[in-house]
Nanobody, 124 residues
Framework: QVQLVESGGGLVQPGASLRLSCAASGRTFSSSTMGWFRQAPGKEREFVAAISRSGGTYYTNSVKGRFTISRDNAKGTVDLQMNSLKPEDTAVYYC??????????????????WGQGTQVTVSS
């Protein structure tokens, strides 16, 4: 079983940067696609970014060019570097793992394990 714990959220002004981290425990981490999702108040959970076990990445259109997902299999971490933050980025951000994945999926039902979430608030 993969266990996930997110950190790095906070309150920042528009245009600022944040780096979210997800610490994973479990033997299957290196074989998992790792994803970030977010859920804003009153909205459905939304795919943000994912990275495959081989390092391939995929982003939702609204964050392309601003967010970067990365992983360090040796440390068991996956990060989300968020630049040029906008108020519409405000949400609870969740780390997720698709165990033994052989492709990147963008729907939450494809992911097996989830972290507790970390709040990101972008406001002046």
């Amino acid at each position: 079983q993969v266990q996930l714990v997110e950190s790095g959220g906070g309150l920042v002004q528009p245009g600022a940067s944040l780096r979210l981290s997800c610490a994973a425990s479990g033997r299957t981490f290196s074989s998992s696609t790792m994803g970030w999702f977010r859920q804003a108040p009153g909205k459905e959970r939304e795919f943000v970014a994912a990275i495959s076990r081989s390092g391939g990445t995929y982003y939702t259109n609204s964050v392309k060019g601003r967010f970067t997902i990365s992983r360090d299999n040796a440390k068991g971490t996956v990060d989300l570097q968020m630049n040029s933050l906008k108020p519409e980025d405000t949400a609870v951000y969740y780390c997720a793992a698709d165990e033994y994945a052989r492709a990147i999926y963008t729907t939450s039902d494809k992911y097996d394990f989830w972290g507790q979430g970390t709040q990101v608030t972008v406001s002046s």
